[in-house]
């Protein structure tokens, strides 16, 4: 590798670095001080080179108008985030974190459908910046202009960023809320308006990230969800609520992406490695290293990771006489849906659908409730299960009935080992690490074509001949759900499930009686893992072929959406979620254009009439009735 590739390529890290970092400071910020785990920060620097572009095209493309179009958009992005505040995120402070990232991922649906209906769905490439539109020599290579300009725009707004929070009294506060939140409302000052000001200047910097992209990549539907996996990535590697850390990671992850391009393929020991394909993924292969090294990032501090404050979870407790009646009752009635449902054979499809997410929710909410576990990644032990089922049937010519029972064992696989480290870490961090994971395996079945099929996937998976018709299938998948739902509901309401409950509440004091946290929670990792993977090899033989989108990120998100409609504080919790989320998806899908938007919310509606959740709402308001009677 020659000096000059290897300079330009540095220079190329640095201005990804600035893109990385506009892009995650903001979260950061907002993180630090009202510790909401944004997901729609993504949708905000989405909007941002949306905006943007539009500006632009109005204005004109002078300097004036280039530049002007870039302020502009900013402010109009942080004024939007004001708005949400105010409208929505001031009312969920004081929930659960997870029913605030709930609903911010509500704003995520609604952003992209309001972008999709604004500016349609093409790709939108604005111009380039004026006087910038060139390139500079560098050792007899040429290096764009523009990507120069933002080697020192990343700096300058980091050192615009230190001067306010040290010379400032609003920065001042910005710090103290950071370490204290609770003892600077002691102390007089309106926290409301704090935080209503820290996540306006928050989205307006990720707006200013996404209107400075606007000259070397187009504006497209699918910069939310890559924006906020970025950004997510930055902060936690540099530490949550730390800005020089956001730097620090951005530079390090944005040099080794450069590094790896640089490399391009390497012949080792008669095979080709290509370091070029590592750029889909080193950043989580990044973050995964350094959460094991340093589980509160390079720069981050225990005060800035606290869990918000709220109400202690009521312990499980088993069905009482009526909801087994009920149970019963809709037993009864799946099992005679193939018959009456004869004259709508859509409707058996659909319920193996809603069957296939109640496991996948409530292997989930095995680990997320009980055992206080909070996942990103769970899908990667779905799509294990998928590939495994897949590939024992594809490469190794067995039948399907053996497939779909051995399948699950590489999920299992997965789980023992990632789950090794993940209960090390708790809360975001832990959750971080799961997403991680989750991404390296999607990566690795995105592009080992040999063996996964790559982009394509395996196709051609289909059941045996007596599982031929949907009904019989159907009962399949109604016994395997069914048993598996009951075998986690009766594991967590033995010794093993009151011991994982006890290590979440109190990890001190569980640990002071003799019970080993580590084990139990690992234990239970692999156990969800490998009923998730049961649901994953389900899906596939349901499907009749299976793809990389199966372990992506937005299955996890609709794994985590499913138990958070449900609520995480009771058993039937992810049963109800995952069959109210799976119907309305379905629902809503065929019938609204907009059905993101639609869906989004209503996610905010239940979010906000059902803050328990649906199934946690109910039982409290039966409770309330027995007690009033």
């Given at each position: ?23 995650a ?19 905000f ?18 300097v ?33 974190e997870?029913?605030?990232l709930l ?16 500016w ?25 202009q ?20 040290t ?19 002691a102390?007089?000052?309106n926290q409301?308006?704090?935080f ?8 307006l910097l ?27 990535v930055?902060?936690v ?21 450069a ?10 020991f ?18 995964a ?12 501090k ?27 009752a ?23 659908d809603?069957l296939?997410a ?29 590939y ?6 594809k ?7 053996a497939?779909l ?7 299992a696989?997965?789980a ?21 994971f ?6 690795i ?13 395996i196709?051609?998976?289909?059941p ?53 946290v ?13 009923v998730?993977?049961?649901a ?12 990389p ?26 049963v ?5 989320f ?21 996610i ?26």
């Amino acid at each position: 590798m020659s000096v000059d590739a290897l300079l330009v390529q540095f220079l190329n890290g640095l201005a990804g670095a600035s893109t990385l970092f506009l892009l995650a400071v903001g979260l950061s910020l907002i993180f630090g001080v009202t510790r909401i785990v944004n997901f729609a920060h993504g949708s905000f620097y989405m909007l941002g080179i949306y905006i943007a572009y539009s500006l632009t095209a109005r204005i004109g493309g002078s300097v004036l108008g280039f530049w002007g179009s870039v302020v502009l958009a900013a402010l109009a992005v942080g004024l939007l985030g004001v708005i949400v505040e105010c409208l929505l995120l001031r009312r969920i402070y004081r929930a659960p974190e997870l029913f605030q990232l709930l609903a911010t991922f509500a704003l995520v649906l609604i952003a992209r459908d309001a972008a999709l209906a604004i500016w349609g769905p093409e790709d939108l490439l604005g111009p380039r910046a004026p006087g910038l539109k060139g390139a500079v020599e560098i050792l007899g290579r040429q290096f764009p202009q523009y990507d120069l300009a933002l080697i020192f725009i990343g700096p300058a707004v980091l050192g615009a960023l230190w001067w306010m929070l040290t010379r400032t009294r609003f920065g001042v506060l910005i710090r103290a809320a950071t370490e204290d939140r609770e003892m600077v409302g002691a102390l007089g000052v309106n926290q409301a308006w704090l935080f209503t000001a820290v996540f306006g200047l928050g989205t307006l910097l990720a707006g200013l990230g996404g209107a400075l992209q606007g000259p070397r990549e187009p504006a497209n539907l699918g910069l939310d969800l890559m924006g906020i996996g970025d950004a997510f990535v930055v902060v936690v590697v540099g530490g949550m609520g730390s800005i020089p850390g956001a730097f620090l990671a951005a530079l390090i992850i944005a040099e080794i992406k450069a590094l790896c391009i640089a490399i391009g393929t390497v012949h080792v020991f008669g095979f080709d490695f290509s370091f070029s394909k590592l750029t889909l993924v080193v950043e989580f292969l990044v973050m995964a290293v350094v959460l094991i090294w340093k589980p509160l990032g390079l720069l981050g501090k225990p005060s800035a990771a606290s869990r918000n404050s709220s109400a202690v979870e009521a312990p499980l407790a088993p069905p009482d006489k009526a909801a087994k009646i009920f149970g019963y009752a809709v037993l009864v009635l799946l099992l005679l849906l193939p018959v009456v449902g004869q004259m709508f054979p859509y409707a058996v499809v659909l319920m193996i659908d809603i069957l296939v997410a109640v496991l996948f929710a409530a292997s989930l909410h095995f680990i997320m409730g009980p055992g206080g576990m909070h996942s990103f990644g769970h899908a990667a032990y779905f799509g294990l299960g998928a590939y495994g089922a897949g590939l024992l049937m594809k490469q190794f010519s067995m039948p399907m009935e053996a497939a779909l029972g051995l399948g699950p064992l590489l999920a299992a696989a997965g789980a023992l080992l990632f789950g090794w480290f993940c209960v090390r870490l708790s809360g975001v961090y832990l959750a971080m690490l799961t997403l991680a994971f989750a991404q390296i395996v999607w990566s690795i079945a995105f592009q080992w074509d040999e063996v996964t099929g790559g982009s394509n996937g395996i196709i051609g998976l289909w059941p045996a001949e007596w599982l031929n018709q949907k009904a019989a299938y159907y009962y399949l998948t109604l016994a395997l759900t069914v048993g598996g739902v009951l075998f986690l509901w009766r594991v967590l309401l033995a010794p093993f499930g009151y011991a994982l409950r006890a290590g979440r509440d109190s990890p001190l004091r569980a640990d002071a009686i003799g019970i080993n946290v580590f084990n139990y929670q690992w234990m239970a990792f692999v156990l969800a893992g490998t009923v998730c993977g049961v649901a994953g090899s389900l899906f596939a033989f349901s499907k009749g072929t299976i793809a990389p989108d199966v372990i992506h990120v937005g299955r996890s998100i609709d794994g985590l959406v499913m138990v958070l409609l449900g609520g995480v504080q009771t058993l039937a919790g992810p049963v109800v979620g995952a069959a109210l989320f799976t119907w309305l998806q379905d629902a809503v899908a065929r019938e609204f254009q907009y059905w993101r938007a639609a869906l989004g919310v209503a996610i905010l509606l239940l979010v906000m009439v059902f803050p328990l959740g649906v199934a946690g709402s109910v039982k409290r308001l039966l409770r309330r009735r027995e007690v009033a009677a």
